[in-house]
């Protein structure tokens, strides 16, 4: 399983995602994270499902940044290149990996801003190779393992949270799934890029890094949990008493 989160706010995007490889009981950890960066071209890809098919289609991609970079004006026109690539190992790989009772399941978050964008984008793309773009209604997107970090993103996260703001909220999202499922875990791959700055800054975090964080949240939440009223509970333990 995986865990890959994109976030999109007024001020840029925030892409985050765990390293752990599962494979029956092997376990080993890989960048899930490709980054791809030439002049006033900047995107990244993060990828959920079979190694071998993201490596593939990644491959695919790459030599076609290769060849035809400067013709990708706008993100979307380079989604549109991705989604090929990915249709492209399906017609190649599919019936053999069904064959195999494995299913082709590749789904990828693209985010980053090209030339002749007017702003920042994030798009989700599906194994069919068909993509939606993330707007400002529903801020961020999950592939991978998706329901343990989704109700504190929908509960704090807005389209006008900062950068920082969203990068913790999006760490916090994280140690939420990483705690409740074994086969998401670190080390965590950050990449942080600022709106029309055409430059992604990357990180890498060990869990060394950030276990006081997460340490300090788990101690809020009990308090919190602690703190709240017992009144709307009356109606229950006055029938016990």
Not at 158 to 179: N, P
Not at 221 to 231: E, I
Request: aromatic share 10%; net charge negative; hydrophobic share 40%.
């Amino acid at each position: 399983m995986t865990y890959c989160l994109g976030i999109k706010v007024a001020s840029g995007l925030v892409a985050i995602a765990d390293t752990r490889l599962t494979s029956g009981s092997e376990v080993s950890s890989n960048r899930k994270i490709s980054v791809h960066e030439l002049e006033n071209h900047s995107l990244f890809i993060m990828t959920s499902g079979l190694r071998s098919v993201r490596d593939k289609a990644i491959t695919y991609f790459k030599e076609v940044i290769g060849e035809k970079d400067r013709s990708f004006n706008k993100l979307y026109k380079a989604v549109n290149a991705f989604g090929e690539q990915v249709r492209r190992v399906a017609q190649e790989d599919k019936a053999a990996l069904e064959a195999s009772a494995l299913h082709f399941n590749l789904n990828a978050i693209v985010g980053g801003q090209l030339e002749d964008d007017e702003e920042h984008k994030l798009y989700l793309l599906y194994p069919e190779g068909n993509w939606v773009e993330v707007d400002r209604g529903s801020p961020f997107k999950i592939i991978g393992n998706s329901g343990y970090g989704k109700p504190l993103l929908y509960r704090n996260l807005t389209y006008e949270s900062s950068l920082q703001e969203a990068l913790k909220m999006g760490f916090l999202a994280f140690d939420a799934t990483r705690v409740s499922a074994n086969d998401v875990d670190y080390p965590l791959d950050v990449v942080v890029y600022a709106k029309d700055s055409f430059h992604l800054v990357e990180h890498r975090f060990q869990k060394d890094d950030v276990e006081a964080v997460s340490n300090q949240w788990s101690a809020l939440l009990n308090n919190s949990v602690r703190k709240l009223p017992n009144a709307w509970m009356d109606p229950i333990f006055d029938k016990i008493i």
